[in-house]
């Protein structure tokens, strides 16, 4: 059932895919297998952008290593030339060299953060304006495919996590693999014996660390799930807060939020924990390390092959080592979750958008309205049966009332009409053309909506009415409400025409916004109409404002009415009986009657139930 407004297809779109996404039984994909390179690779094509930046990050990154390695070395020289000669104007210099390598070192390290946290933002920038540039772009099943807030969670979190990882991690993956290259190097240099001394504990320090990895990798991955899973579902919980509470289901949706914050209280702890014990492990073996310099840096010593500065250094380098390696592991795990998440992001914008087929379609001017179905067949689901050979004219002007029990197709016809979704079989024709072959924007333009749940955008009543066509004047809207019926209860309003409504029309009654959304209408004067008409009950007098002004606005358009009450549609050109996404049923409303079939059946029901 399609419920929602009467405005520009963009929006249009989003309430009937929010509402579709709803109903729709969820066909969920299953995750893709990671694909580290190709994700990497695409993150980079966003980093490319900033090359000239990314060069002087490098320069930096290569600068403030070389300081780094500089500094522990000099105090080793300083013990040995100067503290333990006593010459202490030399030491002076040296300390003086050493101050300025840790003011530079400062610099340059300052520089590289600022000039990484700009290509960071400009790089997320980038890949989220794609993203919710693509996401509008994005056929309908892919909404009803998905959670509302899994796709949330990917235009929010996702990105986020990128920006973080793109904001520190990076810089830091990098100068820690530099930093360790140098302080080898220098190691070798001054003591190949102690540099092998240090060495030692590298593949303990390997091998514990691809232990705990090879686990936090799935466990963040997990975690990440569970956490999209969890945001998914308060989300949708809070915005259904009405039907929640209609339906006394509180308790159970408590429970089942419970149990997947359970989930991923489970997985966050271990995900955690297992990352936990990196620097754990770090700090145990970096003590060892220091233990072995110093006993075998002490033999070495009292043998005279190396000196005491050198022992220092190596003490300090030896710190110097362990530390990139513990960044690493830790900026590994950031690293694992912001690549997945990157890869999610990236599996959207890898969607194809609606428009891929349409290459060669054609645009639609000067549209009559007349539509045909011929033999049209359709499922949401291979195999299925959703509609099935479904044929009928609709002249220009005409009304065509679909009526039927739920689930009998009638939104489906509609989705096809709007090529939500393409049939699978047999021809929808406007004006006698193809609709496959016509661009879907230039054919949703043509056509007009008016849902039974109309969607109100925070802002005011004008703009509201305005989204019908926005580039009608005030006078325009204004005559447009008063042909809805509208001008009226909206004159009687504080601040008349600039009231402010709140994105959930909280204010505003049903019938109102019911009447907001045909102004709407009447603006767009689109050639085609599609009203879905309101089950809820409205009281008389606005209920016969509302047919008043829908009989205005349905004058010489082609109008389809998804109809709920059958005395609303007995002036319909014709009515379709739809029963299990077949016609049944055809004809005007006395022939119908006439026949003493299903529909003359459903009528006298309603008749009974209205007067009883
Ligand atoms: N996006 C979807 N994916 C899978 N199945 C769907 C989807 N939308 C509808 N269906 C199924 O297709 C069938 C026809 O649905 P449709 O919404 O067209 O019925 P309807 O006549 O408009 O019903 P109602 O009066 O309740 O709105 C139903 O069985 C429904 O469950």
Redesign the pocket.
Known sequence: ?LKGLSEPFWHKRAVVQEV?AK???PGRKKEKAKDWRRTLQQIWSYLAREKGRLWLVLFMVVLSSILGLLGPFLIGRAIDHYIITKENSGLLRLLAGLLAIYILNSGALWLQNYWMIGIAQNTVFSMRTQLFRHLHKLPI?FF?QRQYGEIMSRVINDIENVSSTLNSSVIQIFSSVLTLLGTIGFMLWLSPLLTAVTLVIVPVMFLGMRWITSRTGRLFKEQQRNLGELNGYIEETVSGQRIVKAFSQEERVIAELLAKNDKLKESGFWAQTYSGFIPKLMNVLNNVSFALIAGAGGVLALKGMVTIGTIVIFGEYSRQFTRPLNDLSNQFNTLLSAVAGAERVFEVLDEEEETKDEEGNEDLDDVHGEIEFKDVSFS??EGGN?VNDISFHASPGETVALV?P????????I?LLSRFYDANSGSILVDGREITGIKRKALREHMGFVLQDPFLFEGTIMENIRYGRLDASDEEVREAAKEANAHSFIAKLANGYETMVEQDGSGISQGQKQLLSIARAILANPVILVLDEATSSIDTITEMKIQEALQRLMEGKTSFI?AHRLNTIQKADQILV?KD?GILERGSHEKLLKQKGFYSELYHSQLQREIG
């Open positions: 059932m579709m109903e729709a039984v099943p009803d949401y689901e959703t039927g739920t689930g009998a197709g009638k939104t489906t016809i989705n998804i739809l996404g």
